[in-house]
């Protein structure tokens, strides 16, 4: 009770009421140094339960384009393909689905490996038509992880004992409905650029768009330089990469002969993960979409 009623507080309150929010934070952040509790979120047509350690209502609240590219992004992609069909790689606790199935109703194969989320995620995504749900992690190469949890968000560490870590190829060989997918979105705090080169053939044959978050920060804790996925992506005959910044704004296209300024936008987002990019990488056959 007293989690959901700081909660509201928070998001009701006005952005102009600075005493009142700085307060409700304050206590926010005493409550969560002694427990998790779980929230009910109305977002759009979908009542979430997350944990209120969670930053995306409050960055939503202050930013209303915060995320939304992905669901604007599905939309797009949709109007082209009609039957769009979505793979949430790092699904959390359903959000993503939710920014999706608010813009556009398509299925969506979810999969999370971490056991933090999934229960939640199963129950957000109850009331979503069209679901389905791969509880694994997603990687380069079989392996085991085990998750690392923190304010909610969570990384993967390599263990002898974890949670199976498997390829996009071979989750699509168990869910072969999904196997000519459009859009690809990955969010996975460091391992993105080794889910992308794991789905090399799988790319290669649907040449679907990637929707990839790109943090240098979590990139380099996984001994990735970041930059080579570039280079990756434009060897499958990717030409066009619609940059955004963490908070949902649209700074820049670049075409696969920006390779240097995609380096320099490396170098400006490579500052401890307080900011990152998110990158809408597109394939040859649909520049259309832009």
């Known amino acids: 009770m007293l989690a959901q009623y700081i909660f509201d507080q928070i998001i009701n309150t006005s952005n102009s009421n600075k005493v009142k929010l700085k307060l409700f934070k304050f206590l926010r952040t005493k409550l969560l140094s002694s427990s998790e509790p779980t929230v009910n979120y109305q977002f759009g047509n979908y009542n979430l339960e997350i944990y209120l350690s969670h930053d995306f209502p409050f960055n939503l609240k202050e930013k209303p384009q915060y995320s939304q590219n992905l669901g604007v992004i599905a939309e797009i992609i949709s109007k082209k393909y ?3 069909q979505v793979i949430d790689v790092g699904a959390n606790v359903g959000d993503s689905a939710a920014i999706i199935k608010n813009k556009v109703n398509v299925p969506i194969l979810c999969i999370e490996g971490n056991p933090r989320f999934l229960g939640l995620l199963e129950k957000n995504t109850a009331s979503m038509s069209d679901i389905q749900i791969e509880k694994c992690f997603v990687g380069e190469e079989e ?9 909610g968000t969570s990384y993967l560490e390599k263990s002898e004992n974890g949670i199976p870590v498997k390829t996009i190829s071979s989750i699509i060989e168990k869910n072969e409905r999904f196997s000519n997918v459009k ?3 990955i969010d996975t705090d460091g391992f993105d650029n080794k889910i992308i080169r794991g789905a090399e053939a799988f790319l290669r044959k649907t040449k679907s768009s990637v929707f990839f978050e790109y943090d240098p920060h979590y990139l380099s804790l996984q001994g990735e330089k970041g930059v080579d996925i570039f280079d990756f992506l434009v060897s499958l005959e990717y030409e066009k990469f619609v940059i955004f910044d963490n908070l949902g704004d649209q700074l820049i296209t670049l075409s696969k002969n920006n390779k240097k300024e995609f380096v320099e936008l490396h170098n400006f987002f490579n500052r401890g993960s307080s900011r990152y990019m998110d990158i809408w990488a597109i394939h040859s056959n649909d520049v259309d979409l832009i």
């Open 82 to 84: 009609p039957n769009l």
């Open 183 to 185: 859009l690809l979105k």
């Open 143 to 151: 392996l085991t992880v085990t998750p690392i949890n923190s304010l």
